[in-house]
């Protein structure tokens, strides 16, 4: 099958390097002809816990002529529906679209191509986007830390279902799931409290995690998520062989102190991770705090579930993204 990454962001380069460094033919679509220049001159290069650079070939995507059965899409959900219906034009007949983002976005792309067509992909491990076609691996490279949920909106399974597991396979381990949405939603929990925080405090995931004053808030965050999740009827599965809500969901004050002393060791393979929202908000650009933080907020006001850290974390995030704050350790005092 025929097949292209849309998007050459942090994720995007690491994901094209390892697969071209495996031997795997495809295209990396990208909007910024700079990032496409860079890629087709230099090719894909990681660095950080692994160093390597591999050849790749790019194209803009104002100048896509081919048709792909599957286009893995690693965008930021700004913009999000343009992009879909752009992306859906450089399909194939029966082509599918996976949609590798945060948050839950695999409703925006069923509404373009339908719900048969759609597939998702949690992606357990982090990046940071150092240069044009450069990106620094931040977690731990082994198999077991560059995990993929993968899943399937219909719960169909199906030729292409099959083609993007093998792919996803190349660079670390596949989990398939059945209650994707709960998958999806572990994801959805881990980014809303260390990559919130490590967009507000301009922090690593480790930083947050370390201090106790941001670790409170990470649990609280956390907390919020769990309830919103129960509230709404689902079921957050496991992630990268931790059950989340075991460990950190608590009903008394024992449960609730043994949850704050793991934090920290639950989130070490990735403790240098630093958020792409933080990476949007030092560059001046929006981030994708409403389609991350701000769907706990949503979830939470449909189905009755306070959701105040939540809530502060996207409110602090608006005023960086206006200039009225500055990303920095400082803004702990503001919870």
Same mark, same amino acid.
């Given at each position: ?106 409703? #925006? ?6 719900? #048969? ?28 830390? $560059? ?49 919130? $925080? ?40 496991? $992630?990268?062989?931790? #059950? ?32 792409? $929202?933080?990476? #949007? ?55």
């Amino acid at each position: 099958m025929k097949y292209a990454i849309y998007g050459a962001g942090s994720l995007g380069i690491v994901l094209s390097a390892y697969l071209s460094k495996s031997g795997e033919r495809f295209d990396i679509i990208d909007r910024n002809i700079k990032s496409v220049q860079a890629l087709n001159e230099n090719g894909a290069k990681v660095v950080g816990t692994v160093e390597f650079t591999s050849p790749v070939h790019a194209i803009l995507d104002v100048e896509v002529k081919n048709k792909y059965d599957i286009i893995i899409l690693m965008t930021k959900q700004i913009g999000n529906k343009e992009i879909i219906k752009k992306a859906s034009t450089f399909l194939s007949e029966n082509g599918v679209i996976c949609t590798c983002q945060n948050g839950l976005p695999e409703s #925006d792309v069923a509404e373009v191509i339908g719900a #048969d067509r759609t597939f998702g992909c949690a992606i357990g491990w982090g990046a940071t986007r150092l240069d044009y076609g450069v990106s620094e691996l931040t977690s731990a490279p082994e198999r077991e830390s $560059m995990t993929f949920s993968f899943g399937s909106l219909s719960g169909e399974q199906n030729e292409y279902f099959n083609e993007l597991a093998r792919i996803f396979s190349i660079m670390g381990n596949v989990q398939v799931e059945n209650n994707f949405i709960g998958a999806r939603f572990a994801k959805l929990l881990i980014n809303s409290a260390f990559s919130g $925080m490590s967009a507000v405090l301009g922090a690593t995931f480790g930083q947050v995690a370390q201090d106790k004053r941001s670790r409170k808030v990470v649990q609280l965050i956390i907390k919020e998520c769990i309830d919103v999740a129960k509230s709404a009827n689902i079921k957050i599965e496991p $992630m990268q062989g931790k #059950d989340i809500v075991k460990l950190l969901d608590y009903k008394n004050p024992l449960k609730k102190w043994f949850a704050f002393q793991i934090i920290p060791i639950a989130i070490k393979k990735h403790k240098l991770l630093k958020a792409s $929202m933080l990476q #949007d908000l030092e560059k001046g650009v929006p981030c994708e705090i409403d389609y991350i933080n701000g769907i706990i907020c949503k979830l939470g006001k449909k189905y009755n579930v306070p959701t105040p850290y939540n809530d502060r974390v996207v409110e602090i995030v608006h005023k960086i993204e206006n200039k009225e704050l500055k990303p920095e350790f400082q803004n702990i005092e503001l919870f």
